[in-house]
């Protein structure tokens, strides 16, 4: 068959094609990369030594997401763990990494989706009555029942309908709704998560025939019923119902990578844009004999690639005869197995069918199938050999198996042998949620964006987590995994921010904060833990990117640094806690947890949200909150005439060089916000200071004492606070001024007040019980022993002093009992006693 297209595989990986600008960390370019090691899919069990082709370059091909919804954490799980390990690539190891991603825009799921999109917005233009769209939701109703939850129609009782639907559910699926599998044995896995998302489906549809509700709650069961209505109407000739789709979602997606803080990829491929390459591909596969064509597709020969001398199903050959993942490859709109030769061929194209997109190709109108686009795009980026495939471990088996088969027989040479079209094969583990997948398919998942709008995480948290677990291993995001991931964090955003706040009092002006001295050299115990933390670090990223163990040795060492900070006999000296605060920077950004980073980072801490949108702003709009704050203390003090008790007040109002030090900053360019902020702030700390020093407090009066400490709270716990600065008294030296996110400073402050609102709460209970108990206790003693039993129809007869002599029956009170009754007639003298010496008898 001649080709009616042409098909180059970028067959050269130049070195042009490198577009990282990153150059290899200077600290790291004696490192020993043969010392590297992976897991390799490739090469199960331990990890393999990583060896690229070139040396100091990588090529990279990761599979990207097919666009036809929004995507979930079980994405974020795979892109961001695929970004950890770039990133310690290029910015650690220093290599330069070449990262190519697709995103496939020609799909089942993606024709399906548009399709019935657009059949259900023609259903709602027409002019139906609300009896016709209720008949409509009902067939659509039993249809959806019938096809994805068959224990629902049971022949022997009435047909399924609303009024029913909620005991026959029960009856059928009662027992995976309360956390039990289809068979009663074992585990809930993903074939429970279905039936929950098609339970749910039918539930909203149920809902809505109950309450005439028209389409609204039925769209989930009405999009399958209209697409086996309709499906060949669709024009599939303007293929904007597609990509309207593909489109929105990509934008979307590279939304939320932005929003996640993972890199973009150096080249983008859409399979759209490679149909004709594509069509060459699948013709060179067939001329070579490894596929044939039967009735308009193209599939792929197995028996012929393996009797070649090739081997399939590398990644997976316990899979290789597994029918259900077969079928799964081949797509939901490829059921047919009409002229395969073997159940197990897979198809390269496909022909199309009414309702599908289609392109011209030998074989007539027909679309690529899912496996060949990733062939086509990674070897026209990368050539007919690449370092590194990556994707997630749900698609080893069949997608990555027939990627793997079928680039090796585009590219096999009979007298070469086996060709070897990947290096290392790296699958990300997937994300669990109750036992099973979290996928778009099961409908139990969490978009990304809501999870970040909710505030449920931050991108930084988010990765965090993930950076806990190894990214070849599944993880299911328990709460223990989520304390752990935030006490990490705020433990290393307490030493940033205590280490900056110390370096920042250090290089403060003399006129009012005094100066701490660095000490010439460094102290060396923590300059030990810096390089054992930095061994340890390397040893941990070498071995198969390591995260886990990494945030241990990052860990660690802000540990050991706290402990050195707070002892007082080394506080002093800065120079080891900065360097120890640097390096840690440099890590962590390297790991991509600070969005405002770059290589070489070489910062100190990472970044603030507000700082990050402050970045590019003009410093004077930036500060502007900061100096009206100061301004608002200066005419507070003012107000009260202070500065005629202090000459020290006076003289920080009458010399304040706030602007002139904030000039002079932006005079140098500084776009640090922090820094920017700094000369306000420390003019408001250094008159906060002198507000509360004891010597001052001891000039006022009582009145106005405590106004003073009224404003110097207020400063402290509103003015400051809600800018996000927080300052930490100190005895006899000036506060130190520390930046925190202002919703942690304003949550703990409304902590602090809800506190002292509960124990003013407890404490007026308490009072009001004791003076309930103290009226029950003398209502009880005003009462005498004499009379004491007299009103208890349990007695007939007493004696002189009122003590019961008979019971009601008229038979004589038991000996035990009358023991008892003494006992409770002394105890009652005795308080009686108290009442009147108090009350007197007249009370």
Known sequence: MRSIFKFRAGAIFHSSSFRSTSTRPRFLRTFSMASITVHNSLAPGAPVPFRPREEGKVSWYACGPTTYDLSHLGHARNYISTDVIRRILRDFFGFKVYFVMNYTDVDDKIIIKARRNRLLELEKEKQYSAEQIRDLVFKAFQAYAASNLPLLADASQPALDEHNYEERKTAAYGGVLSGGTLSGEGKPSDAEAKIKMHLNNMDAASKSLVNNAGFEGAEEILLPYLDSLYKETIDTGDQSIFTDLTQAMEKAFSDDMEALNVLPPDAITRVTEYVPQIVSFVEQIVQKGFAYEANGSVYFDIAAFEKAGNTYARLRPESKNDKALQEEGEGSLSKSSEGKKRSGDFALWKKSKPGEPYWPSPWGLGRPGWHIECSVMASDKLGEQMDIHSGGI????????????????????????????????????????????????????????????????????????????????????????????????????????????????????????????????????????????????????????????????????????????????????????????????????????????????????????????????????????????????????????????????????????????FSELEKSGEKDLEKLALPYLRATSRLRDELRSREFLATLESG???????????????????????????????????????EKLIAAREDKLRLEADKERKKEEARRAREKAEEEKWAKAKVSPQEMFKSDSKYQEWDADGLPTKLADGTELPKSQSKKLKKDWDRQKKLHDEYLAKFGSKE
Request: glycine share 4%.
């Open 394 to 661: 749900d698609l080893a088996f069949p997608h990555h198996d027939n990627e793997l088969a079928q680039s090796e027989a585009y590219f096999h040479q009979c007298d070469k042998g086996e060709h070897t079209w990947v290096n290392y094969f790296l699958h990300m583990g997937h994300l669990s949620i109750a036992g099973s997948k979290m996928s778009k398919s099961l409908k139990n998942f969490q978009t990304i964006q809501d999870a970040l709008a909710k505030k449920e995480y931050t991108a930084r948290n988010m990765r965090i987590v993930f950076l806990m677990g190894r990214w070849n291993d599944g993880v299911e995001i328990s709460p223990d995994m989520r304390k752990q991931a935030n006490n990490w964090e705020e433990t290393l955003d307490k030493f940033f921010t205590n280490v900056k706040a110390r370096l920042s009092e250090a290089e403060a002006p003399a006129d009012g904060i005094k100066d701490l001295s660095l000490a010439e050299g460094s102290p060396k115990g923590l300059t030990d833990e810096l390089e054992k933390a930095k061994k340890d670090l390397t040893t941990a990223l070498s071995n198969s990117f390591d995260t886990p163990a990494a945030m241990q040795v990052i860990l660690r060492l802000v540990k050991d640094a706290n402990i050195y900070m707070n002892d007082k006999a080394t506080s002093g000296n800065l120079e080891a806690l900065e360097s120890v605060a640097r390096w840690v920077t440099k890590i962590v950004g390297i790991l991509g947890l600070d969005a405002g980073a770059q290589p070489p980072y070489n910062g100190l801490g990472w970044s603030s949200v507000s700082a990050a949108s402050a970045a590019n702003v003009d410093p004077k709009i930036a500060i502007k909150p900061y100096a009206a704050a100061y301004s608002k203390v200066r005419e507070d003090i003012k107000a009260l005439n202070l500065s005629e008790s202090s000459a020290q007040i006076k003289t920080l109002l009458d010399q304040d060089t706030s602007d002139a030090d």
């Open 704 to 742: 106005t004492k405590q106004a003073v400490l009224a404003l110097s709270d207020r400063i402290r716990d509103y003015d400051l606070t809600d800018l996000g600065v927080q300052l930490d008294d100190q005895d006899n030296k000036p506060s130190l001024i520390k930046f925190v996110l202002a």
